[in-house]
C-alpha cells in the first residue's frame, strides 16, 4: 500500500467508531468518570475507556496502519489485526507515583542511568503519564526490541508482557540472556542479525542494520505485511547514511517510517526519509524524560522535529504526536487521532446550589466532592505537607476552593500582580477553550492568591498581568495551613457554562519554607504532577455536570 499525503485532523480510525456515536468526534469522545451519585440532578457515571487498550481490543476488525505512541521508542503499531509493540517502556517504578519511570541513574557518569530502577540511586522522572501500562495491553502479537538499553528493552515491562500476554518477542542476538532473565519462554524468543527474514506470528518481519553498537546488539526492524511496509529504524545514528547503510537506503514503499531524533539530527533523518519516498515519518525517542541537566530540544534524549521538515522533499509527511495520539493510516488517506493521554486526570464539578459566600472558610461547600488531591513529589524534604481542592459552578462563576495543609506558612507579597508565587500560595491554570496546546496561549488563564489573599492574575504566553480578572477571593489562616476560596466569572474565561463541558485545568500549591541548611527555599506541587506545570496538552480536566441553577 502507498499513500497519499492528505493529513485530515479527524477521528477516522474504523477501529474505534464502534465505542462512540458517529455524529460525536473521536476528538472530543469521553466519558464521565465513576462518582458516587447522590444527588438526583447530577447524573450517575460511567468509567472513561482507555482508547489504546480498547483499540488494541478490536484487533479482528482493525483495517490499515494505526501507530499509537506510548513514549520514547515506544508505539503500538496495528497493522490490520495484527499488533506489534517497538521497545515498549511502559511501566512504572512505584504505583503511587505516575511521574517515576521503571529505568534509573546512577552518578558514576554518563549513560549510566540506563539501568533498572532497582540497581540505581534515582529514578529517572517522566514528563508526561505514560498513555498505557503494560500490564493494561489486552493482546499483542510481536514485541520488537532493538536493544537491551533499559530505555528500549525496559526490564519491568519485558516481564509483564511476557508474563500478560502470549507475543513472540524479536531482538538482535545479545537480548537472548535479557529476554530469559526477564521470564520470556525460550520458544517465543526470535533472534536475528541485520538481514536475517523471518515470519513471526504471522508478520513478515526483517531485522536492519543499525549504527548503534556491533550488529550483534542493535538493530531496526522492517515489517511487510498484506502490502503494508512499516520500518522501524531502531536507535539509528550516523555520519553518511549512504556509507552506513546502503542497503536500507534502498528501501521503497514505505508506508510508515519510525526514526529517532537525536540520533539522526540535521539532514540525517530526512535523508533516510527522502530515500525510502516513505509516506509518513513519526519522530521517536524525544520529550518523555526529564533527565536533570539535559534541555529536552538538545540532548540525547530529545531532540525538535520541525528541524527535519527543512530538509524533507515532502515535509507535510512528518506527522508530530503527543503522547496518546495515535497515526491512522488507510486507503491512501492519513489522520491523526488527536483524543487526550488517557491517563490524564478527570474530576467532575459539581452544581452549587444556592450562594456561595467568598469567605475562606470553605463552610458552602458540603456538596462539594473534595477528591482532588496535591502532594509534593518525592525526594523533597518539605515533610508531609498536602492538599485538596474542589470546584463548583453555576451559571455566573466557577468557584475553586483550596484545603492546605502547612506547618510553616509565609507571606510577604501585599501588592496586586505582585510576586505572589514568592509567597506560600494556591493557583488555578485553565484552558477554558479545551485547546490543550504545549504551552500557554494568550487565551489560557493563570490565578495566583497568596495566602494575605493578594492575587495576580495572567493570560496567555509570558503571562502577560495587564489582563486583570474581575475575580472575586478570601483567604483564612490557621495553625496547621489555611483554606483558600475563588469565584471566577465565566466572562473572565470568554465561555459559557455548560452541562458536559470540559475544561483542562491544574491546581498548583507553592510552598516557601525556612529550612536549616539551606535557607528561604520555595518549592511547588500541583494536581497533575508536571516537572513543567504551565503545558495546558498535560493538564486534568474538570467535567460540569448536574444542573446550574
Not at 495572567?458 to 495587564?466: H, Y
Not at 475563588?486 to 507553592?510: Q, S, Y
Request: aromatic share 8%; with cysteine; hydrophobic share 35%.
Amino acid at each position: 500500500m502507498k499513500c497519499g499525503i492528505t493529513i485530515a485532523q479527524t477521528m477516522c480510525c474504523a477501529v474505534l467508531l464502534a465505542l462512540y456515536p458517529i455524529d460525536a468526534p473521536l476528538v472530543h469522545a469521553q466519558t464521565t468518570a465513576t462518582v458516587p451519585s447522590v444527588d438526583p440532578h447530577v447524573p450517575q457515571g460511567r468509567p472513561t475507556p482507555n482508547v489504546i487498550v480498547e483499540s488494541l481490543k478490536r484487533a479482528q476488525s482493525h483495517q490499515g496502519i494505526t501507530a499509537w505512541w506510548l513514549g520514547n521508542s515506544g508505539f503500538a503499531v496495528q497493522m490490520n489485526e495484527n499488533i506489534v509493540l517497538t521497545d515498549p517502556v511502559i511501566e512504572l517504578a512505584r504505583d503511587s507515583e505516575p511521574l517515576l519511570s521503571e529505568m534509573g541513574w546512577r552518578k558514576q557518569g554518563p549513560g549510566e542511568w540506563l539501568q533498572p530502577v532497582w540497581q540505581c540511586e534515582q529514578i529517572v522522572p517522566l514528563r508526561f503519564r505514560l498513555p498505557m501500562l503494560a500490564r493494561e495491553v489486552p493482546k499483542c502479537d510481536v514485541v520488537m526490541v532493538s536493544h537491551a538499553h533499559e530505555d528500549h528493552g525496559a526490564s519491568k515491562t519485558l516481564h509483564v508482557l511476557g508474563r500478560q500476554t502470549t507475543a513472540h518477542f524479536c531482538g538482535p542476538l545479545d537480548m537472548k540472556q535479557k529476554f530469559l532473565d526477564v521470564g520470556i519462554p525460550e520458544d517465543r524468543i526470535h533472534l536475528g542479525l541485520p538481514g536475517h527474514r523471518e515470519k513471526v506470528a504471522g508478520l513478515n518481519i526483517e531485522w536492519t542494520y543499525a549504527v548503534h553498537g556491533p550488529p550483534t546488539y542493535s538493530c531496526g526492524f522492517l515489517i511487510d505485511q498484506d502490502h503494508e511496509r512499516v520500518f522501524y529504524t531502531g536507535d539509528q545514528s550516523t555520519m553518511d547514511p549512504h556509507k552506513d547503510f546502503p542497503h536500507i537506503m534502498d528501501f521503497r514503499d514505505i508506508d510508515l517510517l519510525i526514526m529517532p531524533i537525536p540520533y539522526l539530527r540535521g539532514n540525517k533523518g530526512p535523508m533516510l526519509a527522502n530515500s525510502t519516498d516513505a509516506s509518513f515519518v513519526l519522530p521517536s525517542h524525544f520529550n518523555t524524560y526529564d533527565i536533570p541537566g539535559e534541555q529536552p530540544h538538545t540532548s540525547w534524549m530529545g531532540g525538535n522535529p520541525e528541524d527535519w521538515r527543512q530538509y524533507m522533499h515532502h515535509p507535510d509527511r512528518l506527522i508530530r504526536l503527543l503522547q496518546g495520539q495515535a497515526l491512522h493510516i488507510e486507503e491512501e488517506q492519513g489522520s491523526i487521532i488527536t483524543n487526550p493521554n488517557p491517563r490524564q486526570l478527570r474530576e467532575q464539578a459539581w452544581p452549587a446550589y444556592g450562594k456561595i459566600t467568598i469567605d475562606g472558610d470553605l463552610n458552602d461547600w458540603q456538596r462539594a466532592r473534595w477528591t482532588i488531591k496535591l502532594r509534593p513529589r518525592i525526594l523533597t524534604h518539605w515533610g508531609t505537607d498536602t492538599a485538596r481542592c474542589a470546584v463548583l459552578w453555576d451559571e455566573e462563576n466557577l468557584y475553586i476552593g483550596f484545603d492546605v495543609n502547612d506547618a510553616e506558612v509565609r507571606g510577604t507579597v501585599k501588592q496586586r500582580d505582585g510576586s505572589t508565587f514568592s509567597d506560600d500560595c494556591v493557583e488555578v491554570n485553565i484552558d477554558p477553550h479545551g485547546d490543550r496546546p504545549e504551552r500557554l496561549e494568550k487565551n489560557d488563564y493563570i490565578y495566583t492568591l497568596n495566602v494575605l489573599n493578594t492575587m495576580s492574575d495572567a493570560s496567555g504566553p509570558g503571562e502577560d498581568k495587564t489582563w486583570n480578572s474581575e475575580v472575586r477571593h478570601a483567604v483564612v489562616r490557621r495553625g496547621s495551613g489555611y483554606s483558600a476560596e475563588m469565584a471566577i466569572p465565566w466572562r473572565d474565561l470568554g465561555v459559557e457554562p455548560r452541562v458536559g463541558m470540559r475544561i483542562p485545568i491544574d491546581f498548583i500549591v507553592g510552598d516557601r519554607d525556612l529550612n536549616r541548611e539551606e535557607g528561604e527555599t520555595d518549592y511547588y506541587y500541583d494536581w497533575a504532577e508536571l516537572r513543567s506545570p504551565q503545558t495546558p496538552v498535560n493538564w486534568g480536566e474538570i467535567e460540569l455536570v448536574g444542573r446550574a441553577r
